[in-house]
């Protein structure tokens, strides 16, 4: 960052021909920011927009000016919002259908206005007047509103749908010469949202492209606007037109989202590009921490080996952006649990690492290292936005579960207890549920396949103390079992307190493993009485 420069003052030639995100690249930026500039009047991201759509002409006409909107209009558009503010399935469609009635209804308007006589609008110049301020006229608004509804709609062709109605606005602006639908950053931001929610394969590469053709869209009016001569419609097209914070965020969300092969990587790289254009001057151009949370969600989601050490890398750099002064950047939450999650997914998690020859940390202690840190973070500061919860122990819970040591079983525990223990202190976020216990009792289980193995493989193994750690885990496995289903019971049968199927399965595989026959026995009636504990007590 460079404020003085005048960076955050953005003219309107200033990214004059950017074209977006290029395609396809095999080379990474070295740095997102200047860690070395200065941090202070950083500027906060803009209001919530969308991206644009096809846009093939080199030229836009507009025969109609913006007039002042109607009290038929807005009253139009005031209804289309509130309906619009519904996550179901069906009310979108009801705005679309309320939205092109009204466009028919204006078109034959128009039609109408144009076939009268001169004399006859002469002679009824009045009435028709006070005609024409009854008139609903659609505008970018109502559009807006429409596809904003779409966005939120639950069905799978919401996005396509969405982007239908961006279509159409171009349509009516560039060949009906309607310039009061003209397309503008919310309406092309709420299309990409739409494209970031939606479950299409597609979804990811549809909303890159749309960020294109928003960038297009912009070059195109201010190419226009500059040869008219014309600055203070250019200062409207970039305040008005010009991608934002958001439209990065919301297609970096959508990548990274995708599921596609080296998402995490090609959303890393959008980040990069989205922090060069921030050095040269963009101040609108900020992340924000959901934005780096989805690309290290996606680093966890990968399964690729040395995966978490990517998201570990970036939880950093949010650390030292928000060092800088970027209260954006401050991770959360969320941010920390999918950091977890990377290392507790990572297909190397088990392998320690090597520093010069001496042996570290494996990553299942690199995640407790970063629950820590977020324990002692949120003493220190007492913000809710790094407060440790359930998600946050359980992760670490199945980090440890799999790492496949021998030890396994003990570090689950551990964590439990701290879960437990913040809970009776008061915070409620660390309520324990079932997800927890069955990921401790899945840590003690590969504690036994951890020394079964050990067992088989050393000869200087004592056979007995392995047998003893064996069981010892087995029926730890069993009371954490009988621990959850009394208190479900207490909790009035709680369903996040039921032990689920793989609870049961992987409490009956431990035992078996220990060939404690009747202990599967116990637990098999357990199951087959619904989790009711009736007398059901280990033998001793």
Known sequence: FSPCRGSH?????????????????????????????????????????????????????????????????????????????????????????????????YQESLQNNNNDDRDDKQEGGEEEEQTTKQIIAPNTVSFTNAITAWARCTRKDSAKRAQALLDQMHILYKEEGWGHVKPNKISYNSVITAWARSRDKDSAHQAESLLRKMYDFYNLELENSINDDNNDNASDIARNLKPDSRSWNAVINAVARSRNTNCGDRAKFLLDEMGRLYQEGDGDLLPDALTFGAIINAYANSFEEGASDKAAQLLMHMESLYQMGFENAKPTTFVYNACMNAFAKDPLISINATTGGDITMNRAEKAEQILTSMEKRYEEEKDYRVMPDCISYSTVINAYANSNTEESGIHADAILRRMINRYLLGDTKCRPNAVAFT?????????????????????????????????????????LLQQLCLMCQNQGNDRTLKPTSVTFESVIQALTLANDVEGVERVKLLRDDGGMIINNTRRK
């Open 9 to 105: 003052i953005i003219t309107p030639q200033k990214y004059r021909g950017y074209q977006g995100p290029p395609r396809l690249s095999t080379t990474t930026t070295t740095t997102i920011w200047d860690s070395s500039s200065s941090s202070s009047a950083l500027p906060s991201p803009s209001s919530a927009s969308e991206v644009a759509s096809n846009l093939n002409d080199t030229t836009t006409t507009t025969t109609t000016s913006n007039k002042a909107v109607n009290s038929a209009t807005l009253q139009f558009n005031n209804k289309l919002s509130q309906m619009a503010k519904k996550f179901d399935v069906s009310t979108a469609a009801k705005v679309e259908a309320l939205l092109l009635e009204a466009v028919k209804n």
């Open 439 to 479: 990921v401790a009792i899945k840590a003690h289980s590969a504690a036994i396949n951890a020394a079964l193995l050990a067992e088989g493989t050393s000869a200087t193994k004592d056979d007995d103390v392995q047998r003893k750690r064996t069981e010892a885990s087995a029926r730890r496995c069993e009371d």
